[in-house]
């Protein structure tokens, strides 16, 4: 299949340029290096060293024996976009181009309209380019399972059957968003939704766990493949920092109680849920939501089991060990947590399931640019918090 | 109390002001004047002739013995809107600002982006202002019934206990919006919801239904004080748009079967639930959801009445008569619909009721501006299609 992949230079769009073209998809991709600028804003870096995009499509073209058409752009501006898409003529867009950070969007008022009017721009663009050019293509667009909050109840995926005083009727789960960022995907989803009724589009709605984990086979073995991995406060995901952490010899940082229980899911799954999503569509019409993640783990569980391998591999003179800080995050920290993800098995996704042999592989792949780590180890405490202050969270 | 009107031009804006003032309330207001220019994007103008805000705050200060502070400004300046809050120090907020109009929003990509952009960023502006400068100030903000669609349960005022799945939560009761402009309010609401939980805001959310009217008591003294009434097919609301086809001869015209039912309320039923709800604030970090209408109608109905009315009062030659057309937008045209309105009952609501009376009175307001409807009369027939088409809706 002909896959555009909107975003195609960040963590998850490089991974899955790869993933797909070894499945012998064919890849289009567009960015305006927006990820770069956004670590770099906050002080940070990735750990693996990233490839300038030229570098990066030579070594694809070198690998996988077939190039990526790129384009630069930015999702916002809509005649570019149209004219990428026109040229490369996708049966499936993969919309990976949003601010994808929680933190980020709540730094200033001006971080969370921005956040806004990029996530929602974005979206919009690609539904009226759908709707005028591509109405048979497949938008697979990434949301998020903390669109969903932490309800007392059950989560299923996307809808419901209720009974209300005495009626019935299938509707849209009830969304709760924790920060800025959040509600842009919850935005999304209503109008991806709405533009599925007006126009028959098919689209994919993904709420996805926390994604963790460096390298994908394809990677190794050429640097130029490798994607970002990052470990600041705000574009650092939560398995991904504590690795930094522990290997830098600094303590692992659940925030508050450490309770809070989350979906979440490797690299190599998620790629796969991607794959199975796209090579198997939606009807004509239909607005389908997939959640997916391969488990629900505690974050304390996780800062524990990193610092418990980290301590058995031995990449640090220092041991690990886990220190709960002050969670700059407006969050229930115990909370009921219990998350449907039925419809990716039933379309064939097998997951992983060895999370320790997971961390250890990224222990070790991440060793290598431990100085990297080093250099920036100020960016591993948060400092953003909820409330608006910007003072650095201390250890409970 | 000082209440600072957001949108202080519009028609319930500059409704408002007069209403409050009449009640002792001191007004401040703010306005980028964009009613005025969407309404002729769309080729039309107010049926009433409208003053230069220069000329209606004379009128202001003249009939009310008090100056409203205005200040010429868009909502999406942050620091426009932060210096003229911090001079005028409001102790409620009105916020009416936004793009209003369903189909304004469906004509374009860019119309829809820009609608989402303009009516999210003004709200986000204010929601952080409030919290850096006036964390106690009570937020009243216009959402509309839109919001909820049709679903074929009761719609609760914003929040409903469920038991899902043998366990129980009070959750946001799902939003199913039928237009960009109705998504853009949802995304509002959203937005309020998490900043009332994060900073401790209070803010009441205005679930509205249809209001119908031109004039309240106060306007009658200074025609400058007139608000407008607009009558083209993305400014006009149903009643007002019957009124005027009733008055200049041409068939009234429900969309599809006219048998979708909504909420609808006089003008001056729209002011007294604003000042109850003003006078009545939610507590210190309490998001409130009001449900505002007077009572459910069918459009078909309410279009029957405006000509049995039309044709008792006699104001034109022609008979007027009821022609179903085409429905230009995507909605159910046959329907369960049972919303709540009891909170603002229970604030001391006291409903107009008579809304044959109200329909006499706008046939005879309205009569003495037929020559201005008269020579706009194209923009009585829509064309703006949810489908993306702009072929003019036939009669069916």
Redesign the interface.
Same mark, same amino acid.
């Given at each position: 299949m002909r896959v555009a992949i909107m975003g195609v230079d960040g963590y998850l769009g490089w991974s899955l340029a790869q993933y797909l073209a070894s499945y012998g998809h064919v890849i289009g991709g567009m960015d305006a290096y927006l990820r770069r600028d956004w670590v770099a804003e906050v002080g940070s870096h990735s750990a693996t060293p990233i490839a300038k995009m030229t570098e990066r499509l030579d070594a694809f073209y070198q690998v996988f024996g077939k190039s990526l058409r790129f384009v630069r752009g930015d999702i916002t501006e809509?005649e570019k976009v149209k004219e990428f898409l026109r040229g490369f003529k996708p049966d499936c867009i993969v919309h990976l181009a949003e601010m994808p950070s929680a933190p980020y969007s709540m730094i !200033?008022?001006?971080h +969370?309209?921005w956040t /806004?009017?990029n996530n929602?721009?974005g979206t919009?663009?690609l539904l009226?380019?759908m709707?005028?050019e591509f109405p048979e293509c497949h938008l697979l667009k990434l949301g998020t399972m903390g669109e969903y909050g932490t309800?007392?109840?059950?989560i299923p995926e996307g809808f419901?059957d209720?009974a209300?005083?005495g009626?019935?009727?299938t509707?849209?789960?009830?969304?709760?968003?924790? !920060?800025?960022y959040h +509600?842009t995907k919850? /935005?999304d989803s209503?109008?991806i939704h709405?533009a599925c009724?007006?126009?028959g589009l098919r689209s994919t709605d993904i709420m996805q766990g926390v994604v963790y984990g460096v390298t994908l086979p394809e990677m190794l073995t050429d640097p130029r493949l490798l994607t970002r991995f990052d470990f600041d406060e705000a574009f650092g995901t939560a398995i991904n920092r504590f690795v930094a952490q522990a290997l830098v010899g600094v303590p692992l940082t659940p925030y508050g109680k450490g309770r809070q229980a989350r979906g979440f899911l490797p690299l190599c799954d998620s790629m796969q849920c991607f794959r199975l999503a796209i090579e198997n569509p939606p009807e004509q019409g239909e607005y389908r939501v997939l959640n997916q993640f391969e488990d629900v783990y505690f974050l304390d569980e996780l800062a524990n089991m990193v610092a418990h391998e980290a301590n058995e591999v031995g990449y640090s003179d220092i041991k690990a060990e886990v220190a709960n800080i002050e969670n700059p995050r407006?969050e229930a920290e115990e909370h009921?947590y219990n998350p449907d993800r039925k419809k990716l098995l039933d379309l064939g996704y097998k997951p992983n399931g060895d999370i320790r042999g997971t961390i250890r592989s990224m222990l070790c792949t991440v060793a290598e640019y431990m100085y990297r780590i080093n250099s920036h180890k100020h960016v591993l405490i948060p400092k953003i918090r909820?409330?608006?202050t910007k003072d650095t969270c201390q250890r409970l």
């Open positions: 809509y !200033s008022a001006n +969370c309209t /806004h009017a929602l721009a919009i663009n009226y380019i709707k005028e309800p007392n109840v059950a419901f209720i209300y005083r009626r019935t009727d509707l849209p789960f009830p969304r709760q968003p924790g !920060s800025w +509600c919850v /935005h209503v109008n709405l009724k007006l126009w407006l009921y909820w409330d608006g």
